[in-house]
């Protein structure tokens, strides 16, 4: 269906000018609650749909739609665990308290790989080079430590 939809917007100067307003104001509202949008999510919004398509506008259940497309869902479900954890007084500590240390350490696995990370810099080559020869002045039990430090590990 987006198929479809990508042939109407590349023929349709104002269906893209209104899915450009519409997607962006998706888009805005998925992030104030944590979740990450992308235009082609937005694609498969039929609100979005339909205000590209019509005068009507971007409706007050978009978001709703959103949040059920298959790829957001986790990703909902996933920034809403991470806010109940934020609060030292909601039902997640509750539940994560009557887990056995096992469970608690995978469940902290979790919770860590779904976080977003920071892009860090690539290193040129020579900083690379640097970077190694310093490695190896190191112990062996501080090198790769120091190799996550640099971004080498």
């Known amino acids: 269906m ?13 269906a893209q000018a209104r899915f450009e307003a519409a997607s962006a104001k998706l888009i805005a509202d998925a992030s104030q609650i944590g979740i990450e949008l992308t235009p082609d999510d937005c694609k498969q919004v039929a609100s979005v749909r339909l205000a590209c398509l019509t005068d009507m506008g971007l409706t007050d259940s978009a978001l709703e739609e959103a949040k ?13 665990l991470a806010r109940q954890l934020s609060d030292p007084e909601s ?7 009557r887990l056995n240390p096992s469970q608690k350490m995978s469940l902290g696995r979790e919770i860590e790989a779904a976080r977003p990370r920071e892009e860090r810099a690539r290193l040129s080559p020579e900083e690379t080079a640097a970077a190694m020869r310093a490695i190896q002045a190191l112990p062996a039990s501080a090198r790769l430590s120091y190799a996550r430090k640099v971004g080498l590990a």
């Open 68 to 80: 059920r497309l298959p790829q957001v869902a986790l990703a909902a479900q996933k920034a809403e």
């Open 2 to 14: 987006t198929e479809t939809f990508d042939n109407i917007l590349a023929s349709d100067q104002l």
């Open 91 to 97: 039902a997640a500590h509750a539940e994560i308290s």
